[in-house]
């Protein structure tokens, strides 16, 4: 009898969920379901299929050319990355407890799909795909657990800017608009709309301001770190939903023009042991971290350099670290709240990871700094003293530096060997293949800087 494979136990889960499922969709009035999932780069893809072929779907999943975990890019040559016109498709199959109604138009509704490869091919046929980086943020997680006993949560802080009619705001010269309320105002029917579709989608909405102009930061509850990255992918989903509606701009681009400050997305990182946050002793009142929380930070400030290409996935991610002065980390180091630091730890025993943009892939980044804790962890490391004073002026830390562009970048990725174990060979490769050619691209790009430096400058 053929072994069970990875899709075949996807499949029983859904047929045991099958009538419960079925009813709810039901129930829901919803006509169309969106079967989705999430490329390397962060891109919603997937297929839209009448809501009667259901049980169909939860049976068979849906299939898309497996070129679609690359965004269907071709290279500079040409050549379509991940396979070729020529590669095969996958099957995409719902996971069951992530239905939900889009609360903009309540006829349709939406799965997470979990990808395979397809049953029939012979030898890895029903394996996970090599490229699905949602489905490995969950195995590596699953087996950080299975041997430390320990769960990453984590909470996101998205920036990004909205532009449009209507949304300028008067900024006193030598002041910021950050915290004025009178900002937030012009920005409501933005922030109230988008806060009642996530609310409508599952996502405990919390608190958020109005950083910079045109620059909003909307929070959401912290959770398990599988949870929290499809959380945050919804969340733009929403923010493009609503940009539609009104008319605007919505841009997760890391940095939109110099002299503002560039759109993060700050990873908040606690590690839990049932219901005990293992980073801060509860009996101790003081700003602190454990002996554990020391290493899992050690962990994560030595592979933080080979983290970055993850962590700003784009050309012009690596602008936010050039803009002097504007809150982005300038070396790898850590602080007891200090905002200048890579890693600073809060007052509520987190982590938070400044490295990350808006632009990052929450599967990819999580799973990099689940494998970095680990080895944190595993070989007792030192993160040494937390930095006191501002890091813009301090004397260069112990760690390697911080990538300034993203080719640096994804050649520390490239030499981190546990950075890449996080990921199966066939996802780091292609990885590394798409980002190289985008590296490759802006290399070959003539830009508004070059035509003023050098249009006329000689004779």
Not at 62 to 78: E, I, K, W
Not at 88 to 116: H, I, M, N, Q
Not at 158 to 180: A, C, I, N, Q
Request: glycine share 8%; hydrophobic share 40%.
């Amino acid at each position: 009898m053929p072994a069970t494979t990875a899709l075949d136990e996807h499949k029983e889960r859904n047929a045991a969920a099958m009538d419960d499922v079925t009813a709810r969709v039901q129930e829901s009035g919803v006509e169309f379901i969106y079967y989705q999932t999430v490329s390397l780069t962060g891109r919603i893809v997937g297929k839209v299929v009448p809501a009667r072929h259901l049980r169909r779907n939860l049976e068979r999943g849906v299939n898309l050319h497996r070129t679609a975990m690359s965004d269907l890019q071709v290279d500079r040559f040409g050549n379509l990355l991940g396979g070729g016109t020529e590669a095969k498709e996958f099957t995409a199959v719902p996971d069951a407890d992530t239905f939900a109604v889009l609360p903009w138009d309540t006829t349709v509704g939406r799965f997470f799909c979990s990808v395979y490869e397809p049953g029939h091919f012979p030898g890895i046929g029903g394996s996970p795909l090599a490229t699905d980086a949602r489905s490995n943020l969950r195995r590596v997680h699953d087996a950080f657990t299975e041997a430390t006993g320990l769960r990453l949560r984590s909470g996101c802080e998205p920036e990004m800017t909205w532009t449009g009619p209507g949304l300028d705001v008067h900024v006193k010269p030598g002041s910021s608009p950050s915290y004025h309320v009178d900002s937030l105002e012009v920005m409501r029917p933005i922030f109230q709309r988008v806060i009642r579709y996530a609310q409508a989608l599952g996502l405990d909405m919390i608190e958020g301001d109005y950083e910079d102009p045109g620059q909003l930061e909307l929070n959401w509850m912290f959770d398990d770190a599988c949870v929290t990255a499809d959380r945050l992918v919804t969340y733009r989903q929403i923010c493009k939903q609503v940009a539609r509606e009104m008319g605007v701009t919505a841009s997760f681009m890391p940095k939109p023009a110099a002299g503002v400050m560039g759109n993060g997305c700050h990873h908040n990182l606690s590690l839990w042991r049932g219901d005990r946050n293992i980073l801060a002793d509860p009996g101790v009142t003081e700003l602190h971290l454990t002996e554990e929380g020391r290493h899992a930070l050690g962990g994560v400030l030595s592979h933080a350099a080979g983290m970055m290409a993850l962590m700003g996935p784009t050309v012009n991610s690596y602008k936010r670290y050039w803009d002097a002065g504007q809150f982005a980390p300038s070396q790898i180091n850590w602080g007891m709240d200090n905002k200048t630091c890579t890693v600073r730890l809060s007052a509520n025993g987190r982590l938070e990871c400044k490295l990350p943009d808006a632009s990052v892939n929450p599967y990819l980044s999580h799973a990099a700094v689940i494998a970095a804790m680990k080895d944190g962890l595993d070989h007792a490391i030192d993160p040494g003293p937390p930095q006191v004073a501002s890091s813009y002026e301090a004397a260069p830390s112990k760690f390697e530096p911080l990538p300034l562009t993203l080719r640096d970048a994804l050649d520390a990725f490239a030499a981190d060997a546990v950075v890449r174990g996080a990921f199966p060979e066939a996802m780091s490769a292609l990885y590394l293949e798409l980002k190289s050619d985008e590296w490759a691209r802006f290399c070959g790009a003539i830009t508004d800087w070059e035509r003023e430096m050098y249009t006329e400058h000689l004779p």
